[in-house]
């Protein structure tokens, strides 16, 4: 029997208590953000930076808020609490480390960095300024993901034996994007296939002890189309599709030794999409939690709203995205894939 998904909310604060946020680019994922902020309970939207005044302008016609022609006047607002960095994935280390000199907190949207290295620098800087940070992934902030975390951890599949995933979409290869360009962290891996990797290790509660990446190279010299397998104790393993140059079905299956948990949706989550829970051969559970973009960016501003104060998500910590950088790291090395000044080093 499908669950009704408003039975399912996550706790918000007061509307006295809201967040005040700012937002550094002006591109998709932002304005997707945007659209979740004013749908949520928690927060609302102060300032944009822009590296143009009429980019900034625009998107605040939209969405509200300020429009600023920099980044820097955004994170050094006095009224701005928390800032939403919507950089391209290069400019993360650099960005994350002047918003927390700022004393803001941060929501910073993934890969987090390019590199280990980087990540290790970035959150250097977030422990000296002891602010709030979350890597956004913003499919762990839904009651969804929460439900997977609980039917694992009550041991309702058994244990965890394998998880195959999916994530991808079909760009031209003219695509001119910097996902599109090597030196700039392009490629499925550093976009959707990051999801995937998330999952896996969501699943497995521990990071794996090997991790192998194939890929299909565009023109311009990015993993277009790659498949990846991550390897944990006892010899479970993960198995995963990605790419900016595929279509994929973009969905997921948990297996465990007494039944499985088969997701349709699980990154966006939309509408209608449904989750099952086999026990062996047969389907016991079946939910309905699918929810509109608003709503899935609305949970992921609520929940640093819900854990402001903490500095971190419990679910989603720094040392997760630690991790996940280290395993990304793994993932290239194996494929032989560089970016920028990392040939150089």
Known sequence: MARNPLEFQVSFLPMSNQLRW???????????FAEGLAACNSGKLVAVGSRTIERATEFCAKHGGTPFGSYAEVYNHPDVDVVYIATPHHTHMDDTIAVAKAGKGILCEKPFTLNAIEAEWALKAVKEANVFFMEAFMYRCTKQSATIREWISSGLIGDVKMVNAEFAFQAGEDWTNFRNDPDLGGGGLMDVGTYCVSLARLAFGE????????????????????SGQLRFSRDRSAVFTTGVGIVCDNGATIYGDQGRIVIESPWKQSVGTKMYRYEKYNLVETVEMGITNAELYAAEADTVAEYFEAKEVPFLSVEDTMQQMRTLDRLRKSAGIVFGNEAKS
């Open 207 to 226: 990071e794996p002890i090997d991790a192998t990446y194939i890929s299909q190279k565009s023109a311009k010299g990015v993993d277009w189309i790659g």
């Open 22 to 32: 700012g937002i550094l680019a002006t591109g998709s994922i932002a304005n997707q």
